[in-house]
């Protein structure tokens, strides 16, 4: 039978009292000087609740406790049989139970086992702040939380030294970027989303629209990073950059003027990448997009790949930062760079050093890693080795050999020497079961064959090329996707979807042109119903619905399904 105070046992109700029983405590000194600190107390039980409760029972314990040493003993000490706490299973082993304090020497039993708790060492102040901001949200939520019991916000000055013990691992830099990424999503939340749906419990719709509008300029500059890292191109090359096009599953451009001379002028170069960087990583759709966009901002084909963007100190980066059709500096670019960094969890040292070159050595870095041969390495970045001069015979021997200079695929053999380097890298990653956490000797250690990587780019790419049945398409103007058909017959209507003017899927080719209805999707790219092949040129501009005044492409609706003839109310005007 337990011997706690009144003042413990009216704390100690229900499933403390059972815990606290079930470690053979059943005094106050006991229980006073059972737990070193309040760390051991996150011992107890999983459930905060319960945590909450024994902890504050101990801390009357120990008070009470610490009332009967100052009092003068007036009686014999009686000396107790010493109880052996029976621990619960996974609590505590037996061997760091404490006896009853009064078998304990009379030295030990002056002070406690531990400091008291204002002695710690403090936390810092910044961390403290943060931490607070954290607990206010917490304290808005109240019973709706789950992972926080209701004395928290009950009494939350008292209990903030328990709450802050629970980021003890997380630190400065991270809870900020934590915040800041909160920040976006309230600033976002207080413009866009009704009253009666609370920051703090949005719903299921509403945070979808959030992610999908927290990728916009964002989204563009991390894409456009991934271009130039993969591309293994100089910066300077990439404001020289033009003829952006999709071809054969890669992405290629044209640098108007490289950086080595012969007879005194820089030769053009191409260069490309794959437009499928991993299975689940497509840069390709967005880059085009961009691509299009700033096309028809200049009102001619652009002479640069990065767009200038409106940042400014009072304007940070952010989704809704505006594009400038103008090539953007080395400076700025470098800026961002390292702030994109600083997000992604580098930490201050790590982001100063980062730039544009770092991107360009990082190919490079893991083919030699993963050991591939010298000339792969050397397509990597379109190198061109100066000739070299024998010493014997004084001889200059070419740059490149006669093989490499005389072959007409080059540019995409180069492509898919990066993609195997990318699929090889991404392999290593999963396989050495910490993906986020992953170093260069990790992936040295975990390198996939060379037979297993070519197997896995030809099994996607027979399922990207497979015209049984085309991807869907999602609208730029509607989050609702949009099945395709892909039958070329007009009269297989029981087959085909009926669609209605505002979901059928359009795009043109020029800002003035007429607008062709989407027959299915090859690659990233969009096929009409007036031909069987995509268009050698980017796509304009792309949407979904049509109306009365809007100019289609006559053979497109010739080909078109019966049911997209009758949605466009011009069934008799075709047949």
């Known amino acids: 039978m337990s011997a706690f105070s009144l003042a413990v046992s009216a704390i100690l109700k229900e499933e403390a009292a059972r815990v606290v029983g079930a470690l053979g405590i059943e005094t106050d000194a006991e229980l006073a000087c059972y737990f070193r600190d309040e760390m051991d107390l996150f011992e107890v039980s999983a459930k905060p609740d319960v945590v909450s409760t024994v902890t504050h029972a101990w801390r009357v314990a120990r008070l009470q406790v610490d009332i009967a040493l100052q009092k003068p003993v007036k009686r014999a000490r009686v000396v107790l049989e010493q109880r052996v706490p029976q621990a619960g299973a996974g609590l505590r082993p037996k061997a760091r139970c404490v006896p009853p304090v009064s078998l304990l020497p009379r030295p030990f039993r002056a ?15 910044a961390k403290s702040a943060l931490l607070q901001t954290v ?98 191109l100089r910066f300077a090359h990439s404001r020289r950059s033009h003829s952006l096009r999709y071809q054969d599953g890669f992405i290629r451009a044209t640098c108007s003027q490289g950086k080595r001379r012969i007879q005194g002028r820089r030769p053009p170069f191409d260069w490309a990448i794959p437009a499928r960087l991993t299975q689940s990583v497509d840069v390709s759709s967005l880059v085009l997009l961009d691509w299009a966009e700033l096309q028809r901002a200049l009102g001619k084909p652009p002479s640069f790949l990065v767009p200038d963007l409106e940042v400014t100190a009072a304007l940070p ?13 080395l400076a700025k670019f470098n800026s961002l760079l390292r702030s994109l960094a600083a997000s992604l969890g580098a930490s201050p040292e790590e982001a100063a050093e980062i730039s544009s070159y770092s991107l360009r050595r990082f190919m490079p ?18 190198w061109v080795e100066l000739p070299r001069t024998e010493a014997s015979t004084g001889a200059r021997t070419p740059a490149v050999g006669m093989a490499q200079h005389y072959a007409h695929d080059k540019v995409f053999s180069a492509a898919f020497i990066k993609h195997q380097i990318l699929t090889s890298l991404h392999q290593a ?32 790419g027979s399922s990207q090329a497979s015209p049984s ?70 796509h304009y501009e792309r949407g979904a619905g049509i109306s009365a005044a809007t100019e289609l492409c006559q053979k497109c609706l010739a080909r078109a399904p019966l049911a997209w003839r009758e949605a466009c109310k011009i069934q008799e005007s075709v047949v």
């Open 135 to 232: 607990m206010e949200l917490v304290i808005t939520s109240a019973s709706e939380n789950t992972q926080f019991d209701r004395a928290i916000w009950d009494n939350p000055a008292e209990n903030f030294v328990l709450f802050a013990a629970r980021f003890r691992t997380v630190s400065e830099e991270q809870l900020r970027a934590h915040l800041r990424a909160f920040r976006r999503w309230v600033r976002w939340h207080g413009a866009n989303v009704p009253t009666e749906v609370l920051y703090w419990k949005p719903t299921a719709l509403w945070m979808a629209k959030y992610l999908a509008h927290a990728t916009g300029t964002v989204a563009s500059f991390m894409t456009w990073t991934l271009v130039l890292l993969v591309a293994c």
């Open 429 to 460: 990653m999963l396989k050495s079961g910490q993906p986020t956490q992953c170093t260069w000797h990790d992936v040295r250690l975990h390198v996939p064959p060379r037979e297993a990587v070519l197997q896995h780019l030809q099994t996607q």
């Open 111 to 125: 002070q406690y086992a531990s400091k008291p708790l204002r002695s710690q060492p403090a936390m810092p102040d």
């Open 317 to 329: 980066l952010s989704s809704t930062t505006r594009k400038l059709p103008r090539p953007m500096t």
């Open 469 to 538: 049945r085309p991807t869907s398409l999602r609208s730029p103007v509607d989050s609702s996707s949009v099945s395709l058909s892909d039958s070329n017959s007009s009269s297989s209507d029981s087959e085909t979807e009926v669609h209605s003017v505002d979901t059928l899927p359009w795009f043109t080719q020029s800002g003035k042109g007429q607008k062709h209805l989407v027959q299915k999707v090859q690659g990233n790219m969009l096929v009409p119903w007036c031909r069987d092949s995509v268009f050698a040129a980017v």
């Open 365 to 382: 870095t893991a083919g030699e890693v993963m050991q591939f041969a010298p000339f792969e390495l050397q397509a990597v970045g379109n």
